[in-house]
């Protein structure tokens, strides 16, 4: 079991990391440098990482686990099929908010040119937590079509199309083309809850109060 000082390096070492991540880039980042905005020396970093792919897996891994989390919470309330739905998107809306650093760094293993060289085992593991957020978004369709709140559509094709719309909307905000356009960040993800809102809901003309 870590002591209280291993855990803090460890933790130190993980938000020094990303910094540089962002600042220079994953391929110009060294062991080294790590280490060196850690305040310490190469051996202690080598003792909690392999190498700086395995840093890299971490970082994400831990970010990919606080977004899980957000979305259980949001998914487990006890309300409107719909409601939980528009909740998720506000919390995944928040995150972005809440930790760009994290979210930038995610992104950057679904980057096909960032050459991320991460070892299969971990590669599965992100992709297997990544999943798991359309999983609970599906798992919040599925109930809802059962409840007879959703009309009845596929749930896998939906939550993915959720998902995919959410992503789309945070890479436009990322690029600058909503930036460019004059629309907010909030005012892309309310216009998409409302569109996708509109064709979800069981009875014509009965909506869930927001």
């Known amino acids: 079991m870590e002591d209280i000082d291993s855990r803090e390096t460890r933790s130190i ?45 971490y970082i994400c891994s831990e970010a990919l686990d606080y977004l899980i989390a957000d979305f259980r919470r949001a998914a487990g309330e006890a309300t409107h099929a719909a409601l939980r739905l528009k909740n998720i998107y506000n919390v995944y809306k928040s995150f972005y908010y809440r930790e760009p650093q994290l979210f930038e760094i995610m992104h950057l293993a679904t980057n096909i040119m960032g050459g991320i060289d991460l070892s299969q085992p971990l590669e599965e593991t992100l992709n297997k937590k990544s999943q798991e957020l359309v999983l609970i978004m599906e798992g919040v369709v599925r109930e809802g079509i059962a409840s007879q709140e959703l009309r009845p559509v596929d749930p896998r094709k939906l939550a993915l199309y959720l998902y995919s719309v959410a992503e789309g909307i945070f890479h436009s905000n990322r690029t600058g083309v909503l930036q460019r356009a004059e629309v907010s960040l909030d005012e892309m993800i309310e216009t998409a809850i409302d569109l996708i809102g509109y064709s979800l809901f069981e009875k014509e003309g009965i909506q869930p109060q927001c």
Do not use: C, D
């Not at 280490?35 to 202690?44: L, V």
């Open 13 to 57: 070492i993980l938000e020094r990391a990303r910094e540089l991540f962002l600042a220079l880039g994953y391929h110009n980042t060294t062991m080294r440098a790590i280490a060196k905005a850690a305040g310490i020396s190469t051996g202690p970093l080598y003792f909690h990482f392999q190498n700086k792919a395995e840093v890299y897996f």
